[in-house]
């Protein structure tokens, strides 16, 4: 596929994409409407709706052709959401800008923003329960495979994912030793990590996919989790602050240790092509059906400047 085709591809799919998850936001009336003004500003704010892309593009890779994918795909970018509205908060990165907006707490204020990442949490599993009713209730199979999908979702954005990750980074901050590699790969692993492999088995388990395709595809999330948060570590270093719509350099500002303090910025660029191209080669590769596009998505992460 040509890079032009792509990059017309990408823009169709995100798109789509954007008017499936405002079809899932909560209308904004009722006694409660400021919360669900706070939680709708933050959505439409934008973004490059990754993770929902991910999960259509595993779904379609495994054969998956129906309409109960359509509320993971906007739970997914909800929960991935509530936790850019909490982690811009002044209790932990205190951040003004996001995705070239200023950020929920800002316009809200505090409490608000709080409040919409736990309403965004919670209203994405009520959105993904709604799988539910877009299968036939008499086909077992069918409802199983939502049921394992929403324990997948759970799991990974929990204590055991997301959740996780984000604690122990937060301790690492204040920590007086160095971070050492295993924590940081750890941090990783489950603040970023977690919601790609979410993304993409969410989308695998709802098409069918078998157990060992299941293993493969959680390798190359895992890869593509990794090389996509040393390329935010890098875009923090070298980055366009109005590209990337936040600012650049607070790691150096808030001595944070990441993949380019430990490595060095040119073994960190390496790192990233290594993984991506073995999610693509290694991975992608070995498995059956249509993922053109999924690997030049892959590859392009790897590349980006946003
Ligand atoms: C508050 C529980 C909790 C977790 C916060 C996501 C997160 C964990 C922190 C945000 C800071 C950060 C650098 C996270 C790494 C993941 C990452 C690069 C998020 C940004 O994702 P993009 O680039 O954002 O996909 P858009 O705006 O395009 O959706």
Not at 106 to 126: Q, T
Not at 176 to 184: D, I
Not at 208 to 229: H, P, V
Request: with cysteine; proline share 3%; net charge negative.
């Amino acid at each position: 596929m040509e890079k032009q085709e792509f990059n017309d591809l990408l823009q169709v799919k995100t798109e789509e994409l954007d008017r499936i998850i405002q079809g899932f936001l909560p209308p904004e009336e009722g006694w409660q409407k400021t919360v669900i003004r706070a939680m709708n500003y933050s959505i439409r704010a934008g973004g490059k709706r990754l993770r929902p892309m991910l999960m259509l593009e595993s779904y379609r890779m495994f054969g998956g052709k129906g309409l109960e994918i359509e509320p993971f795909l906007a739970a997914i970018e909800m929960i991935h959401t509530y936790s850019l509205v909490h982690d811009d908060l002044p209790a932990m990165d205190n951040d003004e800008y996001r995705r070239g907006q200023e950020t929920t707490w800002k316009v809200y204020g505090e409490a608000m923003a709080i409040l919409a990442g736990d309403g965004l949490l919670n209203f994405a599993f009520e959105t993904a329960l709604t799988a539910f009713d877009r299968v036939d209730k008499t086909d077992p199979e069918a409802l199983k495979r939502i049921a394992d999908a929403l324990t997948v979702l759970a799991r990974e954005a929990g204590i055991y994912g997301m959740i996780g990750g984000q604690t122990v980074d937060i301790e690492a901050e204040v920590q007086p030793e160095p971070v050492t590699e295993a924590q940081l790969t750890f941090i990783h692993e489950c603040k970023t990590g977690a919601l790609i492999v979410a993304s993409m088995k969410v989308g695998a388990i709802l098409a069918g996919a078998s157990k060992e395709q299941l293993r493969t595809l959680e390798k190359c999330a895992e890869d593509i989790g990794m090389a996509f948060q040393i390329q935010d570590d890098i875009l923090d270093v070298v980055g366009d602050s109005k590209e990337l719509g936040k600012p650049v350099g607070s790691d150096e500002e808030n001595h944070k240790q990441t993949y380019v303090t430990l490595y060095g910025l040119e073994e960190a660029k390496r790192l990233v092509e290594t993984l991506s191209e073995e999610a693509v080669e290694v991975y992608i590769k070995s498995i059956d059906g249509e993922h053109e596009f999924l690997e030049q998505l892959i590859l392009m992460l790897s590349g980006r400047r946003k």
